[in-house]
């Protein structure tokens, strides 16, 4: 799992990278985006299609494409792979009926040859929900043991509040 801060710090540069965020609708990606550039929540509304914001930290630029988690748009993710060099995965922490499609999904994706060298962060959002599964237990159920040959990492965090982490582009320290 500290492969991926390592891998993580070794992308910066005077160039721009590309990030992906996904997971199933309701999950909080949006949220998780805009509380980043914000720093504060904001009324979000489900995604269709997608959200794409540059995040520019020093002279590092991240293309971050926000991608639309409906069941009828998940078809659609692969055409967002192309030179994606990270893989935001958002987890709703109380959606424990869905959490096998979420495995599903994750593995499905990871094994497009478009995404072979991509870096992993699980958000285990919603933390803040009673009755939410730990990072450990979202860990466990989505095999993400099983990710031996990439850099992985999961953390819990909250997205209205920020907290859980400080950011998520591996810029900064997690909390």
Partial sequence: MGLLFAKLMTVFGDRE???????LDNAGKTT??????TKEAVQTSPTIGSNVEEIAVKKTRFLVWDIGGQESL????NSYYCNTEIVILVVDSTDRERLTVT????????????????SVLVLANKQ?????????????????????ARSWHIQACCALTG??????????MFT
């Fill in 17 to 23: 990278h590309k990030v992906i965020i996904v997971g």
């Fill in 32 to 37: 998780i985006l805009y509380q980043f550039l």
């Fill in 74 to 77: 998940r078809a659609s993710w």
């Fill in 103 to 118: 495995k599903e999904e994750l593995h499905h994706m990871l094994a497009h040859e478009d995404l072979q060298n991509a």
């Fill in 128 to 148: 803040d929900m009673k009755n939410s599964m730990s990072a450990a237990e979202i860990s466990q159920s989505l095999t993400l043991s099983s990710l031996n």
């Fill in 163 to 172: 907290e859980g982490y400080v950011c998520f582009l591996g810029v900064c």
